[in-house]
Nanobody
């Protein structure tokens, strides 16, 4: 099993920045990629960004490109999401997730951290 704990959420004004962190513990060697998802009020959970440990390739959804940056530290079993130029529509609960080696499924999830962007 892998346990994920997010931190860094909070309240920020539009145009501001936040940095989310996700610490992984347990069988972290069994994961191939980690990512961030979010769920806004009244909406379904959506993909935000991900990073593949082998090679370090990153991916992000179009709505955050140029504003959010995902990074990771494999040695520390941690992944980060730097969020700049935040908009009210970025308000959501942000979840960290991890996938097992050889799997396309996001098997492990954190408890989430609230990000609120005021206008």
């Amino acid at each position: 099993q892998v346990q994920l704990v997010e931190s860094g959420g909070g309240l920020v004004q539009a145009g501001g920045s936040l940095r989310l962190s996700c610490a992984a513990s347990g069988r972290t060697f069994s994961t191939s990629r980690m990512g961030w998802f979010r769920r806004a009020p009244g909406k379904e959970r959506e993909f935000v960004a991900s990073i593949i440990w082998s090679g370090g390739s990153t991916y992000s959804t179009d709505s955050v490109k140029g504003r959010f940056t995902i990074s990771g530290d494999n040695a520390k079993n941690a992944v980060y999401l730097q969020m700049n130029s935040l908009k009210p529509e970025d308000t959501a609960v942000y979840y960290c997730a991890a996938a097992r080696l050889g799997s396309a499924v996001w098997s492990y999830w954190g408890q989430g951290t609230q990000v609120t962007v005021s206008s």
